[in-house]
Each structure stands twice: as C-alpha cells, then as structure tokens.
C-alpha cells in the first residue's frame, strides 16, 4: 500500500483553497485539493468581501485579482427608518465565479494540485492514516484529512454523528440593476413578516445587483414566505423579483461548543459554521484556514494528531471570538419570541454600536475588542427605552403592524 499524503484537504473554495495556500507557506508540501465540481464552479453568495478579507489575503500570500465593486457605505434600514454608514474602508463586492477560480489557479501555481470531480463519499479514520472513499471508486490516504467541503460537508457529519441542528437557510439571485447601487442594503424589514433575519442588495459589477434573504433557524419559515418578504422588499427599490431562478442554499451558525476536530481530522470554513448573525462566511473561512494550517502544520512536525487543542485555538484567535460574539447577538435578534423587537432596537438605534459594527465589517475594529463601547450601547438603550420603543413603534407604522408596549408578535 502507498504511504498515506501529509494532508488532503476536502473542497476548493475558499476554505480550502486558503488552507492550501497557508499549507505551502508553513513548507508542507505533500498536499492534494479534492474537488467534486468541475471548475469553475459557482456558489451562491451576496459576494462581499469584507475588509478583513484583503488582510487575510494578504496573510495568505494570495491576491484580490478579479473585478470588484468597492461599497464605500452601508444602508441599514428597517421599516419607515433608514441609517446609512460610512464605511472606513470598503467592501469589496465580487462574483464568486470569478473569486473562487482566482483562488485555485494561485493555488495550482503554488505547485499544489487540486483533483477536480473527485468527489468523497466516505471516511475512514484509523490509527496511522485516513482513509478516503471517492465516488469513482478510488481510495486515498493522508496523515490528516482537512474537511473544507462546505454546508454539506461530510467530515462535519462524521465529527457530529446524528447530533440534531437547524441551518440557517439562505436565497439569492443576481439580477440586473433598476438604478446605480454604490451602498450595501441591509433590510430588516422582513423581520416584520415573520422572517428572522434580513434582506440584502449589494451593487455587483456589470451594473446588476446581487439580491437575498437570511433567515435564522428558531422561526419556522417555509420558502414561499422567505421568498415573499424578499420581493416585498425589493420591490422597494423598484427591484423586481423573477418568479424563478432564486437559489436556495443552507449554512450552519457557529457554535462555539460543537467539535470541529477530532483525530486526524479538522474542519475550515462553512464545515465548521460561519457568522449566525450576518451569514458572512468568506473572511471567516480565510482567518480560520490559517489557523487549521498551523495546526495541521505543527502535527506533522510533532506526531500529535489529536487536534485537542484546535477549538480553543479557535476560540482565542480574533475570527473565533468575533463568531461567538455574532450567535450570541444572532440568538438575541432573531430570537423567536417577542424579545428581537428591544435586541434590534438596540441594534438600530445606538450610533456607537453602528459605528463599529461598520469598522468590523470594514476590518478596522472587532467587536470583541470593543466590549465596553458594547456595554456603553447597552446601558444608554436601557436609560432611553422609551424613547427608542417610540421610535422602533414610528418605524414600523405603515408596515401592517401595531407595536403596543409589549411589542408584537408576528
Ligand atoms: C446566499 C448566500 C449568500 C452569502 N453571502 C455572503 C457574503 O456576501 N459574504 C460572505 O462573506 N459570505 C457569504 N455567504 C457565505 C459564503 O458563501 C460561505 O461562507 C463560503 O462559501 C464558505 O467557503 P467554503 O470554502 O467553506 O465552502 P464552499 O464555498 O461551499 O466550498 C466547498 C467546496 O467543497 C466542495 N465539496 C463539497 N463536498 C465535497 C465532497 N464530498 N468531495 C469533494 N468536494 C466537495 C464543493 O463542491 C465546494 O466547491 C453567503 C452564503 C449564501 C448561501
């Protein structure tokens, strides 16, 4: 039997791709990408690239080398009422078509290769190696098998066993742009509907527009519902919505607590749960592959495959912290009862707390860093609640809701 590879990393997106790159930088060169698309694959996405991308990029030795619309401001808007932030560096809009090829051709140039159509459909941990099942038939081994396969990822089932979770269910579509589009639209108005979570529409090269919807799992939404409060919401913008060709896709929260290794095995990227709060995933996916290299790294120096150290290093690292802090603030806002409305109140309405979570997007700041400016926000809701339950109420006016002391209940 052949010696098993040092590493076999799952997927050629972004986790993947990154994690390979890292690998190559840290000097581990016996390293193969399984991909079971043809590539270029597309994936769908809103495409934005937040600022903490390029640093990770950067960090990563790979370029930003596709066509990008740089969004210099949010608009945040829910209801009747509308903020727009400047942004201290922009967000990168791009089509992940594009992006991700970019990514595995500096990936192939490195050296690395990355087989495409290989898809996996088993595993097989044992004591020197693992082995993997592709649907071809062929079998491949490696000392340390790194899933970066996705939502669907298939070393996140084995980690997870039959351990029950509800994803977090996404829908986009790229259409053509009624009007210009230079701010990125985050909508919270179909939280009014029902829906926990928001709408989007970012500016896309080309003059189109890249449109969505995220909704969190606590309130059961079926998809002609999410698909509604979307149009509803568009058609604000004079956007049409097509009957069909909006693609659905699913994504797994973050939680802290759940395994993301075990023996020989580590996962990166959305096999791990991306950001609950905002469905970002692209820069989570870049940060978090450097950390899955260098652990992967120092177990082929070292011998230790146990990876018991990879969730805490995770934890402490800033994407880890920020991803606890955002499904914490995710279980607040999108929680099924009434209690979102005083949690997006809180949200909305505090310019500190708009402030940085635009230099988080922007990758200028981190919201873990900046906890007492957080608990500043949240005193100053606690002494002006009325005030702003008087505003969150003027807000929804002429939305089809009545906001009485308590709230609603949609
Ligand atoms: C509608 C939508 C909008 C989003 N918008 C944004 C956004 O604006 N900004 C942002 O940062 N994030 C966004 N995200 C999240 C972002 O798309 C993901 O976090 C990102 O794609 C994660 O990259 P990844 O490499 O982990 O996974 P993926 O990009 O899913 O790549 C996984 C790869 O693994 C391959 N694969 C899977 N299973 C196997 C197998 N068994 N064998 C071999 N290969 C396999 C797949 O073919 C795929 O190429 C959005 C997500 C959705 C669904």
């Not at 929260?253 to 749960?273: C, H, Q, S």
């Not at 209690?339 to 402030?355: H, K, N, S, T």
């Not at 809701?381 to 003027?394: E, V």
Request: with cysteine; net charge positive.
């Amino acid at each position: 039997m052949a010696a098993p590879r040092d590493v076999i990393v799952i997927g050629a997106g972004p986790a993947g791709s990154a994690t390979a790159a890292r690998l190559h930088r840290l000097g581990v060169r016996d390293v193969l990408v399984l991909e079971r698309a043809q590539l270029p694959r597309d994936k769908p996405c809103g495409g934005g690239l937040t600022g903490r991308c390029r640093a990770a990029l950067d960090a990563l030795g790979l370029q930003l080398a596709v066509p990008a619309i740089a969004a210099q401001r949010v608009l945040i808007r829910f209801g009747a009422y509308e903020r727009s932030v400047d942004l201290p560096r922009p967000v990168d809009v791009v089509r992940r078509l594009d992006f991700d090829a970019s990514l595995v051709a500096q990936v192939r140039s490195l050296g690395i290769p990355v087989a495409t159509g290989a898809r996996v459909v088993r595993l097989a941990v044992a004591q020197e190696a693992v082995t993997l099942h592709l649907a071809s038939g062929d079998e491949l081994r490696a000392r340390v098998v790194i899933g970066a396969d996705g939502a669907g990822s298939i070393v996140r089932k084995h980690l997870r066993g039959a351990t029950r979770a509800v994803p977090l269910r996404l829908f986009m579509q790229e259409l053509a742009a009624p009007a210009r589009r230079e701010d990125l639209l985050f909508d919270f108005t179909p939280m009014l509907a029902g829906v926990r979570g928001y709408a989007w529409a970012f500016p896309v090269a080309g003059g189109r527009v890249n449109v969505g919807v995220l909704h969190s799992p606590p309130a059961p939404r079926t998809s002609p519902q999410l698909l509604g409060a979307l149009r509803v919401t568009l058609a604000r913008e004079g956007i049409e919505l097509p009957a069909r060709g909006v693609q659905g896709w699913l994504a797994w929260g973050f939680e802290p607590r759940a395994p993301v290794a075990a023996p020989r095995l580590l996962t990166v990227g959305d096999a791990a749960g991306i950001d609950a709060l905002t469905g970002e995933g692209i820069a989570v996916a870049l940060e978090h592959a450097q950390i899955a290299a260098t652990a992967a790294a120092r177990a082929l120096a070292d011998g230790d495959f146990r990876f018991a150290g990879y969730r805490a290093a995770l934890a402490r690292a800033p994407v880890g912290r920020e991803l606890a802090l955002d499904r914490w603030l995710a279980a607040q806002v999108y929680a099924a009862g009434a209690g979102w409305q005083r949690w997006l109140r809180r949200l909305l309405f505090d310019r500190d707390f708009a402030e940085l979570y635009a230099a988080r997007i922007a990758g200028t700041g981190s919201l873990a860093a900046a906890w007492r400016a957080l608990a500043r926000a949240y005193l100053r809701d606690r002494l002006d609640s009325s005030a702003r339950r008087l505003r969150f109420a003027q807000a929804c006016a002429g939305f089809g809701v009545e906001v009485g002391k308590r709230g609603f209940a949609p």
